[in-house]
């Protein structure tokens, strides 16, 4: 079975919600393949060992919570596409 990353991440209202959005990345990935806002009632649960994403089932090894301020996507992109042309 496929396996995805989760960890708890603060979200974009950080001082409203505090850490309470859940994020799914692919090993060795640094764009997430999904993020459930706090409000979704079907996001992952701590203690859940399964998710069902796009139709299809995954198997969740969770990560340490990141702790800081919210990173956005857009700049998760642009160090990705820097880090390929550097290289």
């Given at each position: ?16 919600h505090?850490y ?39 198997d ?28």
């Amino acid at each position: 079975m496929l396996k995805l990353l989760a960890r708890i991440e603060p979200d974009r209202d950080y001082a409203r919600h505090g850490y309470s959005q859940v994020a799914l990345y692919r090993s060795l990935s640094e764009l997430p393949v999904a993020v459930y806002p706090f409000h979704f009632e079907s996001k992952p649960r701590r203690g859940q060992k399964r998710v069902t994403h796009n139709c299809f089932l995954y198997d969740l090894e969770w990560l340490p919570d990141l702790i800081g301020p919210p990173v956005p996507v857009g700049a998760l992109r642009l160090r990705t596409l820097y880090r390929k042309t550097a290289a």
